[in-house]
C-alpha cells in the first residue's frame, strides 16, 4: 500500500484544474444500463471509483472504456443482472446498479454494500422505493433479490433527503408504467445532473434540481453522449488547502455556484475569495478565524468538506463548533488530526475544535476518502514530515491529488509502503 509523505510549512500559490464529479459520473454509468447502446461521458475523472463502477459493468456485459477522461460504454450485451459482494463491498455507489438492472430486465441481484468505514450504511430508503413500486425484494446473503414484470409510477416520500436513493429510484422510474412522484428529494448538483442525462436519454422529468421530481415513465429509453460536472468536492479540497497553507490559489474548471456554502464560510473566516466565470481565485494572508459549522443536504454545507474544514479550524485563532448532521458519526479523522497536535474534543456528532498556533508532523492513516483528505491538508501546513499512510482511500476520489498539490508548490510525494 503506498503512502504520500509531506513536508509541510510552504504556501500554495498557482492555477489547479478541477476534474469531472466523481458522484454524478457514478450514477450516470450505472443509467447506461437503462438501454442498451453506446454512450459518451465527457469530463470523467481517473478515479479508483469509477475504475470499480466500470469493473461492475463490465460484469454485468457492458463494454467500458476511459481515455483521455472520455468515457465510452457500450451496453448493447449488458444482459447479466447480479453485482457481486467482491465489488460491492469496495465501493457503496455499487447499489445504483440495483434501480436500472430491476427496470430494464425485471430482476436484479445486488450485494448490499460495504463502502465507508464510518458507521453502517443502510440502504433501506432505496429498497422501500422500489417495493412501494411494486418490486418483490428479498434480502438472502447478504444480497438484495429485486424482482419486479415492470415497476409502476408511484408517490414516494424520503423521511431523510438521500442522495443514493434519489438517484436509484430516478433511474428506476424513468422506465416505470405511470407517474412517480419524489418528494424530497435531493437536490444535489450530481443528481440534477444524472437527471439531464436522463432526460438526454428520452425520459420525462419535471422539477429537475428541486426537491420534488415527477417523472413520467416510458417505453424504452435511447443512449446519450454529455459532459460530466465539476467535481464540487474536489473544488472545495483545493481551496482549503490554499487557505490551510496561507497562500494564493485560482481554480480552473470549477463551478462557483455549487460552492456557495464553503465560500461564504471561508469568507467569514478572513479569506480572499474572487470569482470570475468557471474561475475560482482564493487568497489568505493571515490566521483564520474561527467559523462554526453544521453540515447538511444541498445547498447547505456539504459533509464531505466537514473533514478538511475541521483541519482548516484546528488552525484557527479561536475556538469553533463542527456538527456532521448527515452523518452523525463521520469523525473518524479526529484521532488522527490529534496526533499532529490539533486540539479536538468530540461531544456526540459534534466537535470543538480549539486553533494552536502550530501543528507537528507526524505518521498518521487514512480511514476514508475524505478524512484521508484532511490529514493531508493538515500536514501541507503541519512543521515537519506528515505520513499519511493507506491512501489508496484518497485515489477513490482524488485524481492525482500529490501532483497537483505539488504543481500548486507543496513538498508532497507518494512512496510505496514498505510495510
Ligand atoms: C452520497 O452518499 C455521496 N456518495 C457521499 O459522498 C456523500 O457523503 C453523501 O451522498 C451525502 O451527501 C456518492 O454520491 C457516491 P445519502 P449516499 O444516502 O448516497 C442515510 C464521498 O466522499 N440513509 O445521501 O450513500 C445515510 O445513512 C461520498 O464522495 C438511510 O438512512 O448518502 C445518511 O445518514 C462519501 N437509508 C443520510 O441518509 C438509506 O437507504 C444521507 O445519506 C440511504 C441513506
Known sequence: MDKIVINGGRRLHG??????????????????????????????????????MSHLLRIIGAKVELSDHTLNIDTESSNFFEAPYELVKTMRASIYVLGPLLARHGQARVSLPGGCAWGPRPVDLHLKGLARMGASIELEGGYVIARARRLKGSRLNFDISSVGATANLLMAATLAEGTTVIENAAQEPEIEALSRFLINMGARIEGVGTRRLVVQGVDN???????????????????????????????EGAEPDHLSALLAK??????????EGKKVGLKVEKRLQSVDITTAIYPGFPTDLQAQWMALMALADRSCLVTDTVFLDRFTHVAELKRLGADIRMDKNTALVTGREKLKGAPVMSTDLRASASLILAGLAAEGRTDVSRVYHIDRGYEKIEEKLKALGADIRREGETS
Open 266 to 275: 471561508l469568507e467569514e473566516a478572513g479569506a480572499g475569495v474572487e470569482i
Open 15 to 52: 492555477r489547479v484544474e478541477i476534474s469531472g464529479a466523481k458522484n454524478a459520473v457514478l450514477p450516470m454509468m450505472a443509467a447506461s444500463l437503462l438501454a442498451p447502446g453506446k454512450y459518451t461521458i465527457e469530463n470523467c475523472p481517473d478515479l479508483r471509483d469509477v475504475k470499480t
Open 221 to 251: 429509453l435511447a443512449p446519450t453522449t454529455m459532459e460530466n460536472i465539476p467535481d464540487r468536492i474536489e473544488a472545495g479540497t483545493f481551496l482549503i488547502a490554499g487557505a490551510i497553507t496561507r497562500g494564493e490559489v485560482e481554480l
